[in-house]
């Protein structure tokens, strides 16, 4: 049933979809992979955004400094408040160091204007609170969805 709710499909490379969730808080990773997974979505997990980084790095040749062109990934889900590199900070950094335009919906406790400013001007896809329900998380992972079909 949850599969139809996202119905994700294939991307154009006739894969599944490819997700990096990241967030410091283990249960939170827990539940978004599994609302991912079961709906189809191959999904890998980074405890934090320096890890994030560290595994987007991982993709580039180790014999060559140039960049990948492709990400690896179709689009991130990332807490917004990780102690070791925001959310929001993670995205700007891909976005000019790998050059790639993944969209990320952000999931945080906090739910301020400011915020919400800070998501939309990193060109965050959405800001979800958290404790996410599960309903609006899927909802949103399949308006981000129609978003990569569209491009």
Not at 65 to 77: A, M
């Amino acid at each position: 049933m949850q599969a139809e709710i996202f119905m994700p499909g294939s991307t154009s490379r006739g894969t599944r979809y490819r997700v990096l969730l990241a967030d410091d808080d283990a249960g939170v990773r827990g539940s978004l992979t599994a609302l991912l997974d079961s709906a189809g979505f191959e999904t890998e997990n980074a405890g934090g955004g320096v890890e994030a980084l560290e595994l987007l790095c991982r993709v580039q040749s180790p014999a060559s400094d140039e960049r990948v062109e492709f990400s690896p990934f179709d689009f991130l889900v990332l807490d917004v408040h990780m102690p070791d590199l925001p959310g929001v900070e993670l995205l700007r950094r891909i976005r000019t160091e790998f050059r790639w335009q993944l969209p990320a919906l952000f999931v945080s406790g906090e739910a301020s204007a400011a915020l919400r400013k800070d998501v939309e001007d990193a060109g965050g896809f959405a800001l979800l609170p958290k404790p996410v329900e599960p309903d609006l998380f899927r909802s949103s992972v399949r308006e981000l969805v129609q978003t990569l079909l569209k491009n």
